[in-house]
């Protein structure tokens, strides 16, 4: 089998791979914490890739939609006593529609003024959680999510004190939204965000709504990008205001232009580079950031297919 | 039924200050290859994208089969069976050429399916290989768009174009920048696709237009200047004057 | 409300013009950056803080506001132009998101390196002593300094327009815009067009940081909000609209300071409701072209 061969076989088990590659995967993180935010953010970065990689469009305010699912999850638990289970849901629908009001506005404008757009509505959703009061905790951010214990009716799972078994947990979502999403980008609905990242004008000439398919799946989009935050407010217990600042929305960017935009494990392998690398980095100096910027121009200057990316251009061309 | 296809009613179209097209009145004949010619500058390209639906005139209306479409988003028009090709080529340049067909076709029938997966859409894929063969890329199917080269990439387009099933199809130049053997091909390719539907075509070669076309209209300072069948405009003064002042097209 | 008097609402009005100051200096570099490189610098908040801590720096070393004031668009648009020249040339050609992600990346450097050298506390950058204190404009007494603030920037903006109006090279930077082909032809090395336009843009960036320190505090992080802040006033006003850039960072300092007076609590969000108003009935931005946007 030579190396075509093989990638052609692991794209078509694709989701497999990935969930095989992810049940393994905390005994090859440094440590169980890092592995469930490898997660998250993997769900996170994989979320923006719709739009970001697929279609084509590049969004800044993707923050949004993480922190909304973050905080509509932990105000239904903290506020609301809301079961954590439909509050993850609570968390996901408002994020949802966030991305459909946001979306609506700036499918308005095209092209690069889409991620000067997003980012600003992004950074709106900011201050209007920032000023909520003590529903979302303003600058301190929401404390007190606290999901201890999960009972799985065959056993119980005590996450504070085990934390392989939260991963887990948050595995079996992420592992759920995998799926659909893989499903999603192997649909007609996929070859049509294809086809518009290619050529907007040829798609719209052919019959297709452009502007509306846009908001479609910036919507879906969305959808992914709220779980991610739902699952990080349930892991951390907290919601930082931090989690809707614009650097939250380039942190998404960068994960997936790392791991490589447009494929399927790209966002995933950036978001597991990306974490481990700031775990390496941080205990030596704490100024990962200066890292963190240099390594990332370096990648758009000479990279631009991320990890990934540059792995499959490679093996196509030999 | 009406005996044309689509007609335009009093057409203006401004670009600011400029008047790129003046109150043209003109109506293509259903079931013929219509050529629309005029000089450099005679507003072809801003008539075809009229009638094409890019750009919505700034007065007069536009009627297709009788009815008026004025105004009608773009990507509705192939929906509603008219389709187009680029006169600069414009195709998925990423994707295979199957691929670029079988997502022109899918735009009538699955603009929102999220579930199906693509291996499935068997049908479609074979539909698509039909327009390929008709165009002549039958050899070509899984060659990436940008790989293929000047000639085929146009024919690409025209298959991109049948793939809605249009009863009306419009060719904004098919032939530019291609080599005489490709025109050749392109030539006879379009006579091919005039049989069966109706054709209008933007044209600046003169001979090649006169040749095969059976209806023309001629545009000169985005007006009307003349319309009838080749012989006639061959004949008519006023053409000759604008075309022989200009020099050989 | 009560006690609103008409006084106090147009000392809020030149207050709101004195905010404005700032976004019309950032906009206007913005744009301009962006109408002829067609480049979306996410760095330019980076710069205008660089610019602010330059002039710190400049304060410390001369102890003369006047020439750190002239100084500093100089130091940081030099910055610019070697950023211009070996970072984002590179990417032409790429797709118009490249750019953006490098100064992405970029204004996390810039930040970072500021960090290091300055620390995290933040700097004090005082007012000098004429500026300082605050004359009777009619209606009160107006902080001597913000109109300070308007005046150098009427400047800055009048010389700008002077140059892209009235001379040779702004007739090259017009028709650049326009159709940098054209000038190609025209024989100009379009590429030495985008390396000044580039250099001014930061540069102004970088005077708007350092005229902007006195009234808000030099951290390292003061570029990000007025980046987002810069974002609005460019798509409110039209992108690569320089006259847009001017009306709308006015416009926005005033919807600010009004809300602030009114509405206190509204004040951070007033910007993006009236972003929000201008995408949906205007997205191409107040004097945007119809073709870039929309």
Known sequence: MNMSNLTGTITKNRVLVVFAFLLIFPFLAPYEALATDVLIYGLYALGLNLVFGYMGVLSFGHAAFFGVGAYGTGIAMVHFGVHWVPSIFIGILMAGLTAMIMGAMAIRTKGIYFAMVTLALAQCVYYIVYHMGELSGGEDGLTGVSLKTVDLGFTTLNIIREPLSKYYLVLGFVMVAIFIFSRIINSPFGSVLEAIRENENRAQACGYDVKLTKWVAFSISGLFCGLAGALSAIHLSVVPIESLHYHQSGLAVMMALLGGMGTFFGPFIGAMAFLMLEDIITTMTSHWQLFLGAIFMIFVLFFPRGIWGSILHWISRR | MNDDIIRTENVTMRFGGFTALNDVTASFPNGQLTAIIGPNGAGKSTYFNVLSGAFPPSEGRLIFEGKDITGTPQHKFARLGIAKSFQITNVFPELSALENVRIAIQALEKRFDFWTPRGQLTDMEHRAADFLDLVGLHTHKLKQASNLAHGEQRALEIALALACQPRLLLL?????????????????????LASDRTVILVEHK????????????????????????????????????VYLGQGKH | ??????????????????????????????????????????????????????????????????VSLVLVPIVVGTLGLVIERFLVRPLYGRGIDYPLLLTFGLALVLVELVRIIFGLEGQSFDVP?????????????????????????????????LFIEKTSYG???????????????????????????????????????????????VIPDMGSTVLVEAFVVTVVGGMGSLVGAVVAGMLVGVVVAMTSLFWPSLADLSMFVLMAVVLLVRPQGLFGQKGLMG
Not at chain 2, 217 to 231: F, M, N, Q, R
Not at chain 3, 3 to 14: A, K, S
Not at chain 3, 190 to 195: F, M, N
């Open chain 3, 171 to 217: 007739l090259i930077i017009r028709a650049g815009a326009r159709d940098p082909e054209i000038v190609r032809i025209l024989g100009v090395d379009i590429s030495k067009v985008w390396l000044i336009v580039f250099a001014i843009g930061t540069g102004v960036a970088g005077l708007a940081g350092v005229l902007a320190a006195p009234m808000r505090s």
């Open chain 3, 1 to 66: 409300m009560n006690g609103i008097t008409l006084e106090l609402f147009v000392m809020q009005m030149f207050t709101g013009l004195a905010l404005g100051t700032v976004f019309v200096l950032m906009a206007v570099g913005l744009s301009l950056i962006f109408g002829l490189l067609t480049v979306v610098n996410f760095a330019h908040g980076a710069f205008y803080m660089v610019g602010a801590y330059v002039g710190v720096f400049l304060m410390g070393v001369t102890g003369n506001f006047w």
């Open chain 2, 172 to 192: 904004d130049e098919p032939t530019a920048g291609m080599s005489p053997e490709e025109t050749m091909t392109m030539v006879d390719l379009i006579c091919e």
């Open chain 2, 206 to 241: 003169m001979k090649l237009v006169m040749g095969i076309s059976q209806h023309l209209i001629v545009l000169h300072h985005g007006e009307v200047l003349a319309e009838g069948k080749p012989d006639d405009i061959r004949n008519n003064d006023e053409v000759r004057r």
């Open chain 3, 129 to 161: 002593e004429v500026l300082s204190g605050a004359v009777n404009i009619g209606v009160g007494y107006f902080p001597l300094y913000r109109l300070f603030l308007i005046g150098v920037t009427s400047f800055i903006v009048f010389a700008l327009w």
